[in-house]
């Protein structure tokens, strides 16, 4: 099956970009991120939803028909309630949590800010998380926000990766580094 992750990120920030510049121009980038946060809880809470969206069996005008039901039940409206049904029109629903994400990135791209994934051996305490804040701030000259995970199996260290640059200094892959050299000398 041929990957099609490339076609989804194209679309995904095509429609995002143009969302954002809507919103931006009506002054509602804040209520436009929560209305989508909204839709993509209705999209992970519910199997059906998630299965209208991702299938494409299902005719523009089946999903047209849902989505203008479903939008009206969340109370969804204004800029995001068209914006989906627009989406939904041109069969695009597919790549909606791909959009989401985009416009999401889109936004922190816009005011400066930078995501860092955070991978740790442990819970980083609330010091910890404000201290890497700072210093990765420091580096990239941008407002960092963490989106941490815990990964026990790293035994010790972190792994930061911010955009495509990744720093690992997790105890594992030092072991496993050690081991390799190890390998080469005996």
Do not use: C, W
Not at 84 to 103: D, E, G, H, T, W
């Amino acid at each position: 099956m041929a990957d099609n992750s490339h076609l989804i990120s194209g679309v995904a920030e095509r429609y995002a970009s143009s969302l954002y510049e809507l919103a931006a121009e009506a002054k509602a980038v804040d209520a436009v991120a929560k209305d989508l946060n909204r839709f993509q809880a209705m999209i992970d809470d519910s199997t059906d939803l998630r299965r209208l969206v991702e299938s494409p069996v299902f005719s523009a005008e089946d999903q047209s028909r849902s989505i203008v039901a479903l939008i009206a039940k969340a109370n969804i409206t204004g800029l995001v309630g068209n914006f989906l049904k627009v989406v939904a029109r041109n069969r695009r629903l597919f790549a909606m949590p791909a959009i989401i994400r985009s416009y999401h990135e889109t936004v922190a791209r816009e005011r400066g800010e930078v995501s860092a994934d955070v991978t740790s051996a442990h819970a980083l305490s609330a010091a910890q998380e404000k201290e890497l804040m700072a210093s990765l701030s420091s580096v990239t000259g941008k407002t960092v926000t963490l989106n941490v995970s815990v990964d026990a199996s790293l035994l010790g260290g972190l792994i930061v990766k911010i955009g495509s640059r990744q720093v690992d200094t997790s105890l594992r892959t030092k072991l496993s580094t050690l081991k390799h050299t190890l390998k080469e000398v005996g």
